[in-house]
């Protein structure tokens, strides 16, 4: 008889896995998500009780704030437009293992070079002045990302660190120019540029009380999404981005994937602050500091950097910021509320982590998974 034989009532007799390492692997990335969610609803919930309000009702008000109606669902999908770019800021460079935190200062820079070309083209026609807003705010939020990039390649330089510092600069070079060269002489109380033509305005869907901007940003989410997953330029990405010492051994270009996935992921906030100036703002002013480059870096976590799970997630924060009025009025909370719970879901996003290839194997499966 055959060792294989003789083992045989042995295998047999071993539990079987639940399913494959592959579903596994699928179901662990939809589950640890949503199991942070949960705690962090929960965490927060504790919180709300402890300062003598009722978890119950900040979570209706969530609901119908954010999605209970027609008007505060379109409420919601304005305030989603700009983290769904936001957040691409962080899931392209992370198929390569870069943490890249600074896509506020590709979001206000965006705007900046919208505004000033919009005020610069003034008489243009209209598809003419949008599309060079649109191409401004891209490269200058390109650029600006696209240097850490530069720095993490070339001098070795952390690109989380170098990320963040640039956005604090890239916010103080917007100021000074909208106080200073770029200010509108009639912007007395609130320093701004020059109020951008009507024709440059990007207008509302069909329908719905919802800019063009959020169709934009789902678009760049699907595309982004086929990329990763149907070309070999996202298939180069995701290998490089498992080890890029080994990549580059197998001679796939690791510096210029680093060059090219930076740039994408700030020329995709540059396009979200020339939406912000263009649909929203008007002009470029101190408003366009709103931290949606620091929420879409929640986002990206929440969909562990996966650019179609950035949609319903965007849609998710993007409806907890627009209840934050409705539960300020009706529960008499601080308008930090929210933020202190977007705090208590990072953190539960970032402790879950831990959990990645852990879960799973919990429920029953083995490596190589189930034939």
């Given at each position: 008889m055959s060792e294989i034989q003789q083992a045989a009532p042995i295998i047999r007799g071993?539990?079987?896995?639940?399913?494959?390492?592959?579903?596994?692997?699928?179901?662990e990335a939809v589950?640890?998500?949503?199991?942070?969610?949960i705690a962090g609803l929960g965490l927060f919930g504790v919180f709300i009780a402890l300062v003598g309000k009722s978890p119950e009702d900040f979570y209706y008000l969530v609901y119908r704030g954010g999605f209970g109606?027609?008007?505060?669902?379109?409420?919601?999908?304005?305030?989603?437009?700009?983290?769904?770019l936001t957040a691409l800021c962080v899931a392209l460079p992370a198929q390569l293992g870069l943490v890249v935190i600074g896509g506020e200062g590709a979001f206000v820079l965006g705007g900046l070079a919208a505004a000033a070309v919009g005020t610069w083209l003034a008489g243009a026609p209209a598809a003419v002045g949008i599309i060079a807003m649109a191409l401004a705010g891209m490269a200058l939020g390109g650029l600006w990302i696209g240097i850490v990039g530069a720095l993490r390649h070339y001098r070795g330089v952390n690109e989380t660190i170098s990320s963040l510092l640039m956005a604090y600069i890239a916010i103080a070079l917007m100021q000074h120019f909208v106080e200073g060269p770029?200010?509108?002489?009639?912007?007395?109380?609130?320093?701004?540029?020059?109020?951008?033509?009507?024709a440059f305005r990007v207008g509302d869907m069909p329908g719905m009380d919802v800019h063009w901007g959020f169709a934009i940003g789902v678009l760049a989410c699907l595309v982004a999404g086929f990329v990763l997953s149907r070309t070999t330029f996202g298939f180069a990405a995701r290998i490089a981005g498992g080890n890029a010492r080994?990549?580059?051994?197998?001679?796939?270009?690791v510096g210029r994937l680093i060059l090219a996935f930076t740039a994408a992921a700030g020329a995709a906030a540059g396009l979200a602050g020339m939406i912000d100036v263009?649909?929203?703002?008007?002009?470029?002013?101190?408003?366009?500091?709103?931290?949606?480059g620091y929420t879409g870096i929640l986002i990206a976590f929440l969909a562990?950097?996966?650019?179609?799970?950035i949609i319903p997630m965007a849609l998710l924060i993007g409806g907890i910021e627009a209840a934050g009025g409705l539960v300020q009025r009706r529960m008499d909370l601080p308008d930090a509320t929210v933020l202190v719970l977007q705090g208590i879901l990072f953190v539960a996003i970032l402790v879950s982590e831990t959990l990645s290839g852990r879960l799973l194997p919990a429920l029953g499966p083995t490596r190589g998974g189930a034939k």
């Open positions: 071993l539990p079987r896995p639940l399913i494959g390492e592959t579903a596994g692997r699928r179901l589950l640890i998500p949503i199991l942070a969610l109606t027609w008007f505060s669902l379109q409420n919601t999908m304005t305030r989603t437009a700009p983290l769904l770029l200010r509108d002489p009639a912007s007395l109380n609130k320093p701004s540029t020059t109020p951008l033509p009507t080994a990549a580059a051994v197998q001679g796939l270009p263009a649909a929203v703002q008007g002009s470029a002013n101190a408003s366009l500091i709103a931290g949606y562990r950097q996966n650019p179609i799970a």
